[in-house]
């Protein structure tokens, strides 16, 4: 059952410390997509990754956030330093770049105090 | 720019059918999409629609398009209490050269007795 798979689940950080947060996307997939999700903003795309190259990640906060495909099996978001402010659930997705159909991780609930 | 809006609450009996609108903004989208999340997890597509057809019926789901107005709907048969989540519409928007799932804020279905 092919599916994509978010570590951790669940983080909670205090404000300053390093998140990382990573993601194995189903095998044969070509793009990778991290949105995060909060009550106030709904789904937010941070980055776009299409056969490891970032196209977009004009969504992320650039001083803080980077993201990274070091292979085909894994990506990965880092927040550093982390903040309150970036509480969240955090999404990974995968695809084809056909037809836009998108496979949605659990997600990692990040916490910052 | 793109922009998807939708209601954000929808509340129905058992066994009524659930209506729940979206509209977009981008004409050039080639797919439209509901997603359905559940508490805790991802989400998960239900269905897709091409921007060609004006109507699409999976069992107890049946979507309409309409392309003039840019309006997009979900009937849900027989709703069910399974049926509570988040509804997500989506529309496929080519930007930068690549397909960018383009999310509205959800639509919180409830279902009671």
């Known amino acids: 059952d092919a599916r994509v798979t978010q570590t951790p689940r669940h983080k909670v950080t205090e404000m300053g410390q390093e998140v990382t947060m990573r993601c194995q996307p189903i095998?044969?997939?070509?793009?990778v997509f991290w949105y995060r999700q909060t009550m106030m903003q709904g789904l937010e795309l941070l980055a776009y990754f299409r056969n490891r190259a970032p196209l977009d990640d004009s969504g992320m906060p650039k001083d803080r956030f980077s993201a990274e495909m070091p292979d085909a099996t894994l990506a990965t978001l880092k927040i550093q330093p982390s903040e309150p402010r970036d509480s969240a659930v955090y999404f990974c997705?995968?695809?084809?770049?056909?037809?836009?159909?998108?496979?949605f991780g659990e997600g990692s609930r990040l916490t910052v105090l | 720019g793109e922009d998807v809006e939708q209601s954000l609450f929808l509340s129905v009996r058992e066994g009524d059918s659930s209506v729940i609108n979206c509209t977009y903004t981008d004409s050039s989208s080639t797919y439209l999409y509901w997603y359905k999340q559940e508490p805790g997890a991802g989400l998960q597509l239900l269905t897709y629609i091409f921007s060609n057809m004006d109507m699409k019926q999976d069992q107890r789901l049946t979507v309409l398009l309409n392309k003039k107005d840019k309006h997009l709907s979900l009937r849900i048969a027989d709703t069910q209490t399974g049926d509570s989540a988040i509804y997500f519409c989506?529309?496929?928007?080519?930007?930068?050269?690549?397909?960018?799932?383009?999310f509205g804020a959800g639509t919180r279905l409830a279902v009671h007795p």
């Open positions: 997705a995968s695809g084809l770049d056909l037809n836009g159909e998108l496979f």
């Open positions: 989506a529309e496929s928007s080519l930007s930068g050269g690549y397909n960018k799932l383009i």
């Open positions: 095998l044969g997939h070509n793009t």
